[in-house]
């Protein structure tokens, strides 16, 4: 015979699965922080990186440098474009996230901390300039030990 729970111990139950459901960093330890957001297809899931960065598509779209549109309509977002801004943006995230304290904190950096040896310019917006591989070589010149 089965019992039914007490009302409190339901609603445990509800916010352990929900918390379950969720991303944390331990999420992204084993397998690779931008391997995460592939789909077996090798697409970047732009909905999985929306939700882990708590955004809407609509912000999505605005911090990789891409239109609304492009991140919505689904036939546009494995097009090489989109799919190549959002990568550029998971491996920045990746490569600084250590650093940073968490995904969260990477992305605050990666659109306000301005690069002063880029000219004081974001990272993010150096991603919609199409020169992410700026970024790429100030995080190798400090990875390096060189100075920012």
Do not use: C
């Amino acid at each position: 015979m089965s019992t039914i729970p007490k009302d409190g111990a339901r609603r445990t139950a509800v916010r352990h699965s929900v918390r379950s459901q969720a991303l944390s960093a331990h999420d992204f330890a084993g397998a690779g922080f931008v391997t995460h957001f592939i789909d077996k297809g090798g697409i970047v899931d732009v909905e999985r990186v929306a939700d882990a960065f708590r955004m809407t598509k609509g912000q999505l779209a605005e911090t990789a440098g891409l239109g609304t549109a492009t991140i919505s309509k689904s036939e546009r977002r494995s097009a090489p474009r989109t799919q190549a801004r959002v990568r550029e943006m998971l491996e920045i995230l990746s490569r600084i996230r250590e650093w940073a304290g968490g995904e969260t904190q990477a992305m605050a950096w990666y659109r306000a901390q301005p690069i002063p040896a880029l000219d004081g310019r974001t990272a993010e917006a150096l991603v919609k300039a199409g020169e992410a591989g700026a970024v790429r070589d100030y995080l190798d010149h400090l990875a390096l030990g060189g100075f920012a």
